[in-house]
């Protein structure tokens, strides 16, 4: 019983120190990323201002493009081109509801910008490969919550903890690589909700 007790105690701490780590540090990394596009933004404007309108056309309807690219990616959070941006923000307004920038970044892999109509195009080796990583993610997890469940107590301590210290991280990594397959499902509810829009207005 008291292995037991061990074995889980050291396991929530494992997981609080993973997850308090990640949580402190995730936000910093995120916000100093967009901090430094602010800046980039910052400079490709001061650098505008001190162009003319006369001056070297081409290099400012370059130094536009780049701005409204920048502000479209803070915004955002997809990079992509200045052409781009009118089709997806388009798809963005067609879709309605309570469908955001982040469903539509979520599905960017599957989207064509092709033609004038943004489409999600999603082949069948897509569906297996993205299903095939789903169901591998959660047996993954489920296999080590088991397997740290089941660790031979007879053995010392510390070749427990070193178990449960890889159990753990398997199931954070298998987590993560779960959360990042399964975008593939907002592909599909946009597919959907696009084919319902497009048929009303025919």
Known sequence: MDDIIKNITSVAGIIGLILSLFSKYYPELFYLKKDRKVKDLLKIKEIKELLNDDEDTK??????????????TIRTGIKTNFKSIRKLQHLKDELGLNYSWKNIKNSIRFISLKKEKPTIVISIVDAMVYSIFIISSLISIFYCLVAMYHIDKSIPFKFQLTFITIY????????????NSINILDAYLIKRRLEVVRNESE
């Open 59 to 72: 290099f400012n309807e370059f130094l536009n493009s780049e701005i409204k690219e920048n502000v479209f």
């Open 168 to 179: 753990t991280i398997s199931i954070i990594a298998a987590f993560f690589f779960f959360r």
